[in-house]
């Protein structure tokens, strides 16, 4: 069963405020799937030069096919970080920490209910739909 999220003893100011905090959290997940994005065209890139360092060697270009092997196919995307490590440590780190922060102070103000604000909301608009009936 649902829990009624007026049955918790929380001000409207700490709701406002795990409001705020939770949609932030998923902002968090939007910018981790952007980066997971990222990751995955960049390497559909990095295929691509592979296929371009192959076509060059064949038409003969053994220069530009070394340096596309040699100086950029390996290279990493940011600060010689390559994608997945990236990834792997915003995961990790970031949206870890902060998603284990979230919990924390939602189970110390709300008893660890989700979305409460919604829930709220739910409630108002279905009670209003009822009323109207």
Do not use: C, N
């Not at 065209?41 to 192959?54: T, V």
């Not at 092997?69 to 994608?83: E, M």
Request: glycine residues 6%.
């Amino acid at each position: 069963m649902e829990r009624d999220p007026d049955d918790l003893e929380l001000s409207d100011v700490e709701a406002d405020a795990l409001h705020e905090l939770q949609l932030g959290i998923e902002y968090v997940h939007r910018a981790y799937g952007t980066l997971l994005e990222f990751h995955h065209e960049l390497g559909h890139a990095m295929d691509r030069m592979g296929d371009a360092e192959d076509a060059l060697r064949e038409a003969g270009h053994e220069e530009w096919a070394d340096a596309l092997r040699d100086d950029h196919l390996p290279a990493g995307a940011v600060s010689d970080q390559w994608t997945f490590e990236l990834v792997e440590e915003f995961s990790e780190e970031f949206v870890a920490e902060v998603d284990a922060f979230e919990t924390e102070v939602r189970e110390e103000l709300a008893d660890g209910v989700d979305h409460v604000t919604e829930r709220r909301q739910k409630r108002q608009l279905r009670d209003r739909a009822d009323s109207e009936d």
